[in-house]
Nanobody, 119 residues
Framework: QVQLVESGGGLVQAGGSLRLSCAAS????????MGWFRQVPGKEREFVAQ????????YYSDAVKGRFTISRDNAKNTVYLQMNSLTPENKAVYSC????????????WGEGTQVTVSS
């Protein structure tokens, strides 16, 4: 079991930037992948970005490609989501998630952090 705690959300003006953090505790060294998702009320959760925990190619949704960057600090067991050129459409609760294995899907989730973008 892995515990995930997000931070860094808040209110930002359109065109601005935010960096979200996701601190992993428990057994993060045994993970298969980590990712960021977002959700707005009344809509399904949406994939944002992910990468394999052991290293390799990162993946982004078309909606954020070129503006958002997922990264990690191994020493801190922390994953980041750098979000640039934010628009009001990016307002959502952003959650990080971890997959325990290649066939488990994302089975560990944080509580999420609210991102609000004013126009």
């Amino acid at each position: 079991q892995v515990q995930l705690v997000e931070s860094g959300g808040g209110l930002v003006q359109a065109g601005g930037s935010l960096r979200l953090s996701c601190a992993a505790s428990g057994r993060p060294f045994s993970l298969y992948a980590m990712g960021w998702f977002r959700q707005v009320p009344g809509k399904e959760r949406e994939f944002v970005a992910q990468f394999p925990w052991s290293g390799g190619k990162t993946y982004y949704s078309d909606a954020v490609k070129g503006r958002f960057t997922i990264s990690r600090d191994n020493a801190k067991n922390t994953v980041y989501l750098q979000m640039n050129s934010l628009t009001p459409e990016n307002k959502a609760v952003y959650s990080c998630a971890a997959a325990s294995s290649s066939d488990s899907g994302y089975d560990n989730w944080g509580e999420g952090t609210q991102v609000t973008v004013s126009s």
